[in-house]
């Protein structure tokens, strides 16, 4: 089969490896039918150090599955299944807390050597506490919204949770990507009254009004702080959408909240330590979050999706079949496309 190998910064290659197979009794095996490119595909992009191996890219997908482990009670060949980012034994005492990403057998897609889903197939391993059954045929025309509940519609919303976003509140979205935007859509939907998005690509910009954005900030660091407390009395926000990662994302995250609020932290540090220990600690100021536990949001999420009433999908403005994927990294690392789709 073929699929996306990554073998340093801006090095992306398709290849034909072995077709995957059931190693444990646990594994499924599933055919991709739409994947895509996050934005966390971008720091390796980067960044990464030159690979004789190379590994396997991608962590969002729905796919159907084609083959099952001796032990896997819950999938069966056949079934169209979202792949959450994370893989999870759903038994555990964090698994049943809804903290998938901390699974005491946590790993993850396209990372560490793990099988990526930039493909035309993959293992999955631990099928019945990873996949989730979805109730479509896998051409159904809500497929981009769905695929967002493998990562950035999860994420989107566990960084508005993170950050106790509740109605009537005010809310800044740090990072006009698709988790961002999806951050919008989270917020909404949890029933904010302002929604100030912070970026300055035009068409995110404009995707983020129609998805509840209230106010666009397009300044950085102290210019967008004083923009910011401008449009809130002076105070700053109630809740901070940190999708970003960056040492400067974040201490701009940490300046814009109003004393006693928090920052939902979802964006890859890119840096060891928490920047602004002191603005944070003297405003009162809660920072929470880390990877989304999005097998545990599909249950909330789904219905909004299938009955129309959030359509995350609208982030992808691009579709692109498998051999194209090394261009679909350059275009969105141009920032030419918010998050590109891929039709193995
Ligand atoms: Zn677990």
Redesign the pocket.
């Known amino acids: 089969m073929r699929a996306t190998v990554m073998y340093g910064a801006g090095d992306v290659r398709i290849e034909t490896v072995p077709d995957p197979s059931i190693i444990e009794r646990t594994d499924a095996i599933m055919r991709v039918v739409r994947a895509c490119i996050c934005g966390s595909d971008l720091w390796p992009y980067t960044s990464m150090a030159p690979s004789e191996t190379g590994q396997s890219m991608g962590h969002e997908a729905i796919g159907v599955v084609e083959d099952i482990g001796a032990d896997v009670r819950t999938v069966k060949p056949g079934d169209v299944v979202v792949m959450p980012f994370a893989f999870?034994?759903?038994?555990?005492e964090?698994?049943h807390k809804g903290l998938?990403t901390a699974?005491?057998?946590?790993g993850f897609f396209g990372n560490n050597g793990i099988n990526g889903a930039q493909a035309e197939a993959l293992r999955i391993p631990l099928a019945d506490?990873t996949l989730f059954r979805l109730p479509v045929g896998e051409e159904d025309a809500l497929m981009p919204s769905l695929l967002t509940l493998s990562d950035v519609m999860g994420t989107g919303h566990h960084a508005a949770l993170a950050a106790k976003v509740a109605p009537g509140k005010s809310v800044a979205v740090v990072g006009d990507g698709a988790v961002g935007l999806c951050g919008v859509i989270a917020a909404k939907r949890l029933g904010a009254e302002q929604i100030i998005i912070m970026g300055r690509h035009a068409d995110r910009i404009a995707l983020a009004k129609e998805f509840g954005a209230t106010d666009i900030v397009s300044e950085r660091g102290a210019e967008a702080v004083a923009r910011v407390k401008g449009l809130t009395g002076g105070y700053g926000v109630h809740s901070v959408l940190e999708c970003v990662g960056l040492d400067q994302s974040v201490e701009t995250a940490i300046a814009i909240a109003r004393p006693g609020g928090a920052v939902g932290r979802v964006g890859v540090p890119q840096h060891e330590a928490i920047p602004s220990a002191r603005p944070s600690f003297y405003g009162n100021i809660t920072i929470g979050g880390g990877p989304a536990p999005v097998r545990a949001y599909i249950d909330e999420l789904l219905p909004d999706v299938l009955e129309g009433r959030i359509d995350p999908g609208r982030v992808f403005d691009r579709v692109i079949g498998l051999d194209e994927v090394p261009d679909g990294y350059r275009a969105m690392n141009d920032r030419e496309a918010i998050k590109v789709m891929v039709n193995p």
């Open positions: 999870s034994d759903g038994t555990c964090f698994c998938q699974c005491v057998h946590v506490g």
